[in-house]
């Protein structure tokens, strides 16, 4: 039909091929780490019919750290093009405008008031820690996500990403300075947060983690229609039948459901939500919002899970974090991105 | 039908009341455009007939049904909106942008049926942008862009077409283009097409009727040649060193 060829096609090719790679991906990632377990194994842990020792490894220690991987970096990718959207700016995504660090900051006050409230706060906390920690980190999130959206209409592209970096770094200090006081309460949640990490979650944690990345999941195709309007300005997108204010608001709480439960469980994972829009808009040839969900959740939780497995190489003592991962590949696009893109290019 | 009835449109305190008390009625398939120059109201007056912003005393009524209490999406579906700002939407494709003046009809997903698609590639036809189908819309110049805009409207099938000064990133030729189809687009389809210029001589030229925002909170219409010769374009724009002059059609130097 044309040079760029039929979004509709590329899409539904680019989504098919992306969930083979990454089923495929995940069946390589279970049986790799310092104990390889082959595939036939894999298959036989999963079906319960493995050796116990495997079995134990497959499914206990390394599915749900995959499942995570694969959650997270679905959740992190919609974020990204809804922020994108929304701020129509095309390196917004909920860590590069400070997101992630409200949901931080929201989980450290929280574990913090709980520790100098007392016993019972700490044994409140503790028992509903999955609930109150998501809970934190969307207040956090929220704060936050109201504030950067009310600074984008008073600033430029770069200086909000400058701003949401800025409020990253600050947050990070805060954190470190809070863990301090509050490792009594939040030891588990803590650990390796500040460098993101999916090997904190156990299975008994998932749900906590899917649900309400599965409500973002829905708000976001709900608004796609309206977010693609939106794309062409808000007045053109109000003259075509969009309530602007409600979009807004429904879009920065689909973001909330999607980055709440990562940052609280996960730590701030970077870079997803910034690139992976790109890819799937390379993939799908449009920009229209529909196609670019599927895309975007097959691409980052690919991202994520390939990132995952770079860190649990069996030859890695760790010292490869998942963020130094994701800020290799990360890192160089969004400077391609800043030099060579001509929308970016001069903007203040 | 557009009418307006004792339309006063403006802004609360500091800047109040732009236009007010605009009686006017446009039959189906007028070709108008509006004149005045910059700070009379032009802007402001297009955003408050499109239901972009309230009225502040009177109303605007679309098929003798008041625009501002029409929901959005009904709305949508009977006026287009064409604006001068300059868009910048990396990776939506020309295709994306005139499909978009179909999603006021289209479902919760924007599936577009195969009316929709006959209808939007017939408006890129009558807009003069099908050469530009399958580029992206980033890639394309001033002009091309507002031709593509243009095409989105026209696909949203309105009644009601408001265009605010869409001709200012145009050479000549795509200006003369530009309103020449425009107007050809009233005449056919039976839409109202509102324009607001700073072209004052193709305005002159073209428009079934004129409205003449006089700077001082009212408004002339008439046809071009009435205008004139009432020598209200001369009250409207001259200006110390520059007057319209009746005879010529055109501006001239104070000498």
Known sequence: ?348 | MLRLDQLAVGYGAPRGTVVSGLDVTLAPGSFVCVLGRNGAGKSTLMRTIAGLQGALAGAALLEDEPIAAMRPQARARRIAVVLTERLSSPGLTVDDVVAMGRSPFTDWRGRLSADDRALAGAALDTAGAAPFSGRLFDDLSDGERQRVMIARAIAQTPRLMVLDEITAFLDLPGRVETMALLRNHARSSGAVVLLSSHDLDLSLQLADSVWLLDGRGGMKTGTAQDLIAAGDIGRAFDTAAVRFSARLGRFELVP
């Open chain 1, 1 to 348: 039909m044309t040079p760029a060829g039929n979004p509709e096609l590329r899409s539904a090719i680019g989504t098919g091929a992306l969930a083979i790679v990454l089923a495929a991906t995940a069946l390589f990632a279970l049986g790799w780490g310092m104990i390889a377990i082959p595939a036939g194994e894999v298959f036989a842990a999963l079906v319960g019919e493995a050796d116990p020792m495997n079995a134990q490894i497959v499914t206990q220690l390394r599915l749900p750290r995959i499942a995570t991987a694969i959650v997270a970096g679905a959740a992190l990718g919609i974020g990204g093009v809804l922020m994108q959207a929304l701020f129509r700016n095309p390196i917004a995504d909920a860590w590069s405008l400070g997101l992630t660090a409200g949901g931080q900051l929201g989980v450290a006050l929280l574990v913090t008031a709980a520790a100098f409230s007392g016993p019972a706060a700490i044994a409140f906390l503790q028992s509903f820690e999955g609930v109150s920690i998501t809970f934190g980190a969307m207040l956090g999130i929220a704060v936050f996500a109201l504030a950067m959206a009310s600074l984008a209409r008073r600033v430029g592209t770069i200086t909000l990403l400058v701003v949401g970096l800025m409020l990253g770094f600050t947050v990070q200090g805060i954190v470190s300075v809070v863990i301090h006081f509050a490792n009594r309460v939040g030891g588990r949640v803590f650990s390796g947060w500040n460098d993101g990490n999916f090997a904190g979650v156990q299975a008994a944690d998932l749900p906590m983690l899917a649900i309400p990345v599965a409500a973002g999941l829905v708000l976001a195709a709900w608004n796609a229609k309206p977010l693609t309007a939106l794309l062409i300005g808000e007045t053109y997108a109000r003259s075509l039948g969009t309530d602007v204010a409600r979009l807004r608001r429904l879009t920065l709480a689909a973001v909330v459901l999607l980055v709440a439960p990562i940052t609280a469980y996960c730590g701030p994972v970077t870079f997803i939500g910034l690139i992976v829009p790109h890819f799937a808009r390379a993939i799908a040839g449009t920009a229209r919002i529909g196609p670019l969900l599927p895309l975007s959740a097959l691409s980052g939780a690919l991202l994520a899970l390939a990132a995952d497995i770079v860190v649990h190489a069996p030859w890695e003592q760790h010292f490869l974090h998942l963020n130094a991962v994701l800020a290799l590949v990360g890192a160089p696009i969004v400077i391609a991105l800043l030099v060579f893109s001509p929308t970016m290019r001069g903007q203040g």
